[in-house]
């Protein structure tokens, strides 16, 4: 589904060239729930960002479909075949819960949004109570939730999570966690979480450890 080829990604600014990720192989499959870890600076959060395609590899290539990401349209890839989720949740905070995960349904012109919207609110188990709510109205873990919704009515089927439960008590982390492991077992997404969380990574099915840029044995 998802492959990278001998990745590699080198920073450089006036004063340094950092290389950030050395020669990176992995394919990941539908279905399953990826945990990626690793200490600060070992290169996961880029990673995740070029499987986001929102940069490019220095060196190797990101593969989608036989296509890399180097070949499609990026804008399309982003709108139709990934949706991020961020620790810090990213909801538009004069729009309700509601209006939060129909706006980019409604950006796209998708008929029958705020239908799609419920369906999703609900599976995260959010009802009808939480609808018309401000996310300040909101817990730190129902934000997330709600993040959760709009990337699920996306209709992307690879879900990349940076640090998801970075914010949140232990209860919610839970939650979340066996959410996003859920929608990888029972719905089929590819879900791959960047965490320091060693205990999400008990509940991945694949752990990739990485440590100075390269993939490290767990």
């Given at each position: 589904m998802l492959k990278i080829e001998n990745v590699a990604y080198t920073y450089k600014s006036k004063y340094q060239t950092v290389k950030a990720l050395k020669g990176i192989t992995y394919a990941f499959e539908p279905g399953k729930f990826y945990a990626l870890i690793g200490r600060s600076g070992s290169g996961k959060t880029t990673l995740l960002s070029l499987l986001a395609a929102l940069d490019l590899p220095t060196e190797g290539q990101v593969v989608y479909e036989d296509k890399t990401t180097a070949e499609i349209d990026r804008d399309i890839y982003h709108r139709d075949t990934v949706a991020v989720i961020y620790q810090s949740y990213n909801l538009l905070p004069l729009l309700s819960v509601m209006?939060?995960?129909?706006?980019?349904?409604?950006?796209?012109?998708?008929?029958?949004?705020?239908?799609?919207?419920?369906?999703?609110?609900?599976?995260?188990?959010?009802?009808?109570?939480?609808?018309?709510?401000?996310?300040?109205?909101?817990?730190?873990?129902?934000?997330?939730?709600?993040?959760?919704?709009?990337?699920?009515?996306?209709?992307a089927k690879i879900i990349l999570a940076d640090e998801p439960t970075g914010n949140l008590d232990t209860e919610n982390s839970e939650i979340v966690i066996d959410l996003l492991q859920k929608l990888a077992h029972e719905e089929g997404y590819c879900v791959i979480v960047v965490t320091h969380d060693l205990s999400i990574a008990d509940k991945a099915d694949e752990v990739l450890k990485l440590k100075d840029g390269a993939l490290a044995d767990s």
């Open positions: 209006e939060n995960v129909t706006f980019p349904l409604e950006l796209k012109k998708v008929p029958g949004a705020k239908k799609i919207a419920e369906e999703k609110l609900r599976a995260v188990g959010l009802d009808e109570t939480y609808f018309k709510r401000l996310p300040a109205m909101l817990s730190g873990g129902e934000q997330q939730r709600v993040a959760i919704a709009r990337a699920l009515a996306s209709d």
